[in-house]
T-cell receptor, first 119, second 109 residues
Framework: DTGVSQDPRHKITKRGQNVTFRCDPI?????LYWYRQTLGQGPEFLTY????????KSRLLSDRFSAERPKGSFSTLEIQRTEQGDSAMYLC?????????????????FGEGSRLTVL | GEDVEQSLFLSVREGDSSVINCTYT??????LYWYKQEPGAGLQLLTY?????DMKQDQRLTVLLNKKDKHLSLRIADTQTGDSAIYFC?????????FGKGTMLLVSP
C-alpha cells in the first residue's frame, strides 16, 4: 500500500501527558499537511511542510503543539501537556506541488487519521 | 465570512439522485473539491473542478460550479446504500484546503 499512513490509529492519554503522532506521506509527495477534525466538524488546517520547511501554521496550533519533518519525508506532530480539548482526530495529508508554471491541481491525499482521547 | 457552508443532512432512497450543495467564500479559489468520509476513516477524494469550468462529469458524479454565486454542487446519480457517508466540499486558498462541516448522506433501501 503506497498511501498515506499514520501511527498510532488510536491514542488514549491522561490530561497533562505528551503524545506524538507520526505520518508517512506518499513517497513522491513533497508537501505534507496536518489537520484536526472534531466531531461534527470538517477538517481544520493546522500546518503544512514543503519538503522539510514548515511554511504555514494556523492560529489553532498553540505553543503546546509542534510539528517536524526533519528529512522531508515522514512527519511528527507532538502535543505537550495535553488537555481534554485536544481530543480529536488528527489527519495527515500529502500532495505533490510541481515546479512554478506547472499545473498544480492541489488535491490532498489523506491518511486514516490518529484519534486522540484525553481523559 | 470565512466559512465554507454546507447543509448538514440529506436523506434519499436507493436509486434516486442526490444533490449536495456548498457555498464557498473566496472568489479567487482556483480549485474546488469534493471528499467522502466513511465512519472512522480518513477523507477520500472524489473529484475536483477547476474554477474556469462550469461542470465536470465523472461516471455517476456531476459537479456544477456557479462562480458568480460561489455555489458548488455534487450530484450523485443512481445513489446506492454504499454512498452513505459524510461529504465535504473544500476550496483551495493558496496552498491549503478549507473544508465545510460536511453533509451527511443517508441512503435508505
Amino acid at each position: 500500500d503506497t498511501g498515506v499512513s499514520q501511527d498510532p490509529r488510536h491514542k488514549i492519554t491522561k490530561r497533562g501527558q505528551n503524545v506524538t503522532f507520526r505520518c508517512d506521506p506518499i513517497s513522491e509527495h513533497n508537501r505534507l499537511y496536518w489537520y484536526r477534525q472534531t466531531l461534527g466538524q470538517g477538517p481544520e488546517f493546522l500546518t503544512y511542510f514543503q519538503n522539510e520547511a514548515q511554511l504555514e501554521k494556523s492560529r489553532l496550533l498553540s505553543d503546546r503543539f509542534s510539528a517536524e519533518r526533519p528529512k522531508g519525508s515522514f512527519s511528527t506532530l507532538e502535543i505537550q501537556r495535553t488537555e481534554q480539548g485536544d481530543s480529536a482526530m488528527y489527519l495527515c495529508a500529502s500532495s505533490l506541488a510541481r515546479l512554478a508554471g506547472a499545473l498544480n491541481t492541489g488535491e490532498l491525499f489523506f491518511g486514516e487519521g490518529s484519534r486522540l482521547t484525553v481523559l | 465570512g470565512e466559512d465554507v457552508e454546507q447543509s448538514l443532512f440529506l436523506s434519499v432512497r436507493e436509486g434516486d439522485s442526490s444533490v449536495i450543495n456548498c457555498t464557498y467564500t473566496d472568489s479567487s479559489s482556483t480549485y474546488l473539491y469534493w471528499y467522502k468520509q466513511e465512519p472512522g476513516a480518513g477523507l477520500q477524494l472524489l473529484t475536483y473542478i477547476f474554477s474556469n469550468m462550469d461542470m465536470k462529469q465523472d461516471q455517476r458524479l456531476t459537479v456544477l460550479l456557479n462562480k458568480k454565486d460561489k455555489h458548488l454542487s455534487l450530484r450523485i446519480a443512481d445513489t446506492q446504500t454504499g454512498d452513505s457517508a459524510i461529504y465535504f466540499c473544500a476550496e483551495r486558498r493558496y496552498s491549503t484546503l478549507t473544508f465545510g462541516k460536511g453533509t451527511m448522506l443517508l441512503v435508505s433501501p
